[in-house]
């Protein structure tokens, strides 16, 4: 089983329209989460940090459930711009981070 | 503000070649990482370090090697190249973990 799993996508959705992404992780030991972006032959970015209690960034929110090891993004009011793949990193012990697959999301007009 | 700068960006490698693949980084972060993408795949961590003087084996050590020997710099050997490490590497550093800073990366064939 891998380390960090990853809806496998694509996704293609319509602008305007609401997605979300999951994520599940093996090590429970693990500390913090994290969702970064990656624009096709660029390198990744970090769009947010995932907190316990969930977190929002504009039109993005971020969950986590701990017991069941998922994180999960949700995309509001899709632009254009927002199509990316999207990776989940979890940060194991000592700073090890490792990242899921991603997932691919095209935003169509 | 330079950030993470990795060098080359593209190199053509013979099988059983060796060559050292360049990280630097100007934000004094103490740690870093080196991570490999296949085509249409996630990154997989190679080494990483938490600061000057330690390194650690991520997920695929194998044909690889690092060193720490500053804050600022965290080169990336490869020993007698194969065609399985034809990738693209990236670089990166952070202040505190998760908030990863990326280089642009390094594409490497290996023939």
């Known amino acids: 089983r891998k380390e960090v799993e990853q809806d496998p996508g694509p996704f293609n959705v319509p602008e305007g329209a609401t997605v979300a992404f999951n994520c599940t992780y093996s090590?429970?030991?693990?500390?913090?989460f994290f969702w970064y972006r990656q624009d096709c032959r660029k390198e990744p970015k970090l769009l947010m940090s995932?907190?316990?209690s969930g977190n929002e960034d504009g039109r993005f929110t971020a969950q986590l459930n701990r017991a069941s090891q998922y994180i999960s993004l949700l995309i509001r009011d899709s632009k254009l711009s927002d199509s990316a793949t999207y990776l989940c990193?979890?940060?194991?012990?000592?700073?090890?981070?490792?990242f899921g697959a991603g997932t691919r999301l095209t935003v169509k007009p | 503000n330079a950030g993470v700068t990795q060098t080359p960006k593209f190199r053509i490698l013979k099988i059983g070649q060796s060559m050292t693949l360049q990280c630097t980084q100007d934000?004094?972060?103490?740690?870093m990482y080196w991570y490999r993408q296949d085509p249409g795949m996630g990154l997989k961590l190679i080494y990483y370090s938490v600061g000057a003087g330690i390194t650690d084996k991520g997920e695929v050590p194998n044909g690889y090697n690092v060193s720490r020997s500053t804050t600022e710099d965290f080169p990336l050997r490869l020993e007698l190249a194969a065609p399985s490490q034809t990738s693209v590497y990236f670089c990166a550093s952070s202040r505190k973990p998760g908030e990863l800073f990326f280089g642009e990366g390094s594409r490497l064939t290996v023939l």
């Open positions: 090590n429970s030991a693990s500390q913090s």
């Open positions: 934000m004094n972060h103490n740690y």
């Open positions: 995932v907190y316990s």
């Open positions: 990193v979890v940060n194991r012990n000592n700073n090890d981070m490792r």
